[in-house]
């Protein structure tokens, strides 16, 4: 099983992507989540993509300046800046990381709030 993301789209389609669309990054961050999941799929015959759309939770992500998501949307909305470009801008599905994870451990394929791919 590999975490990935909405960001290896690149927002044009305007609506929610499905299994079926073609990626397209437009970040070095989508390029490099693109990246895992070929070689997720390269090297595991059968391996399950989860690709995430807004993933947030109580901790803090010590890589991204001690923010979360939830976090970081407030201060954009603050400070009047638009969200990250990528992904499936205007409809976003937020998703609990806790959430996630027990929908996952009962079901991996059909999670909601979870492209599998």
Do not use: Q
Request: with cysteine; aromatic share 6%; glycine share 18%.
């Amino acid at each position: 099983m590999h975490f990935s993301t909405d960001y290896v789209f690149d927002g044009a389609k305007g609506v929610a992507y499905t299994e079926a669309d073609a990626p397209n990054p437009i970040s070095a961050y989508g390029v490099s989540k693109l990246g895992g999941e070929r070689l997720a799929h390269e090297r595991c015959e059968g391996a399950l993509v989860i690709r995430v759309s807004g993933l947030f939770g109580i901790a803090k992500s010590g890589g991204k300046g001690g923010t979360n998501f939830v976090e970081t949307m407030l201060w954009l909305a603050r400070e009047g800046r638009p969200p990250p470009r990528g992904g499936r801008p205007g409809a976003r599905a937020v998703l609990h990381a806790r959430r996630g994870a027990r929908g996952l451990a009962r079901d991996p394929v059909g999670a909601h709030g979870a492209l599998a791919t």
